[in-house]
């Protein structure tokens, strides 16, 4: 059973500060990581994925995977009181019809 | 780049009816597109896999008679719940996949009375 868990928090953060969100993943296969915000009400949107190993940077944001740990981290710099959502690590396996499989997601607050 | 739209933003019907629902991807060509389905403070729940000109790929639990799929052009997929009734209102969600990335629709909240 292929899983991707996330810690469901809330995790609470000051506007400002970095917010971390982790993310892991159960099948060594695994070849492709997105990251997804969702506000309530709202369907996903994307915010990053990463292939490769290390760090990819986009703005506020950085993707972070250690495939020998079997490990993929979301940080946003600077937080904002907007960036409080539901964020969601999903995992692309291949072979798999290129479904993906989902966490259930972190709830993020960062407070003003 | 890279947009999905979804009509329609939402629906009332009455139970017994059906009810369609179109997924577009509107600057790209999509051979893969996703229907998802989402109820109130839980997780994202994949129901099936659309795959241009070929019948589509239901995940376990997920009625195929009752949901029916067509995705009859790169840029069009569309989901019909038949004989709706109460229990299948929620958030339906599509997504269109580019290169390995999916990309979200704004959804379709349904409602059925």
């Known amino acids: 059973q292929k899983e991707v868990e996330q810690n469901s928090g809330p995790l609470s953060v000051p506007e400002g500060a970095i917010a971390s969100l982790n993310c892991t993943y159960s099948?060594?296969?695994?070849?492709?990581f997105f990251w997804y915000r969702q506000y309530s009400g709202k369907s996903p949107e994307l915010i990053m994925f990463i292939y490769s190993n290390g760090d990819k940077e986009d703005g506020r944001f950085t993707a972070q995977l250690n495939k020998a740990s079997q490990y993929v981290s979301l940080l946003i710099r600077d937080s904002q009181p907007s960036d409080s959502a539901t964020y969601l690590c999903a995992v692309n396996y291949a072979g798999n019809n290129r479904k993906l499989i989902w966490g259930l997601g972190t709830s993020l607050a960062v407070n003003p | 780049g890279a947009v999905v739209s979804q009509h329609p933003s939402w629906v009332i019907c009455k139970s017994g009816t059906s009810v369609k629902i179109e997924c577009r991807s509107l600057?790209?060509?999509?051979?893969?597109m996703f229907w998802y389905r989402q109820f109130p403070k839980q997780s994202l729940m994949l129901m099936a896999t659309s795959n241009e000109g070929s019948k589509a790929t239901y995940e376990q639990g997920v009625e195929k008679d009752k949901f029916l799929i067509n995705h009859a052009s790169l840029t069009l997929s569309t989901l019909t719940v038949t004989s709706a009734h109460p229990e299948d209102s929620s958030f339906y969600i599509c997504s269109a996949r580019l290169a390995e990335t999916q990309y979200f629709g704004p959804g379709t909240r349904l409602l059925v009375l």
């Open positions: 099948d060594r296969g695994s070849q492709s």
């Open positions: 600057d790209f060509q999509a051979t893969t």
